[in-house]
């Protein structure tokens, strides 16, 4: 049996408007710990044109309508939450769950102000592989 690493990269520049319930953008990705060993999704953000920070939140996929409500978020408990104008940071995950990437911008609804976000970000994992699935890949390649 092999072990091989996945990466997947994808660099994103955002909008990210101010003032209403919309001030946000979400990503989504799934982690299943049964079959990805040592996720990690790392992330380097920045604020390209404002001095006030950016919020950046993981949260449970079943957490975002509630969250998205804007009411009473105490019973939302997120997986990683930190502010900043420039962030850069991995998420170790500890369990198998449907995670929303949220970078938030509704806290700056005093200025009304559009954020633009740099953001980069990389999952890797790694993947156990059988060697009969290697030799029928390697067929159906060639």
Known sequence: MKILPHVMRNINEFNI???NSHGYE???????LILMFKYRLSFDIKVQNSAK???????GRNDIPAWKENKDNSEIKPYYNKNGLKINDVFKPTISDAYAFVINNRKSSISHEVKTVEVILTHNWKQEV???QLKEHIKTQG
């Open 17 to 19: 408007p101010a003032g």
């Open 26 to 32: 979400i990503l989504y990705f799934g982690v299943n």
């Open 53 to 59: 920070e950016i919020e950046i939140l993981i949260l």
């Open 130 to 132: 059988k060697e009969s």
